[in-house]
C-alpha cells in the first residue's frame, strides 16, 4: 500500500503539476512579504511598544546624566581639606574627626 501511495507522489505529471502551482504561489506570497516589509521601512520599522521603550530610555539616560553631574559638582565644590580627612581606625579616632571636621567648618 505504502509502495502505491509512493509511486502515486513520484509520476512526473503529479511532480509537474505540483511545481506549476506552487512556484507561481510562492511567487505571491513572496511579493507580498517584501511588500509589507518596505512599508515597514518605509514608515520606520519600529514598532509603537519600541518607540516607546526608546523614549523611556532616552528620558531615563537624561536623568541619570543630570544626576552625575550634580554629584560632580557636589564632590568638587567640597573643600580639599575635608576631603583628605583619614579613614576611620578607632572609636576614638572618629571623635576625633569629628572635632577636626567642626573646628573646620567653623574657621570658615
Do not use: H
Not at 505571491?28 to 512579504?33: D, M, V
Not at 514598532?47 to 560632580?72: A, G, T
Not at 576625633?96 to 567642626?102: D, H, M, N, T
Amino acid at each position: 500500500m505504502r509502495m502505491n501511495v509512493l509511486l502515486v507522489f513520484l509520476n512526473p505529471a503529479i511532480i509537474t503539476s505540483v511545481l506549476v502551482f506552487s512556484i507561481p504561489l510562492v511567487a505571491i506570497i513572496g511579493g507580498y512579504y517584501v511588500k509589507l516589509r518596505r512599508m515597514e521601512l518605509e514608515k520606520g520599522g519600529v514598532s509603537e511598544k519600541d518607540r516607546k521603550n526608546i523614549d523611556f530610555l532616552l528620558q531615563e539616560n537624561e536623568r541619570l546624566r543630570q544626576r552625575v553631574e550634580n554629584l560632580e559638582q557636589i564632590i568638587t565644590s567640597i573643600e580639599p581639606d575635608l576631603l583628605s580627612l583619614r579613614p576611620l581606625q578607632k572609636e576614638n579616632d572618629l571623635q576625633k574627626q569629628v572635632e577636626e571636621l567642626a573646628r573646620k567648618l567653623r574657621n570658615e
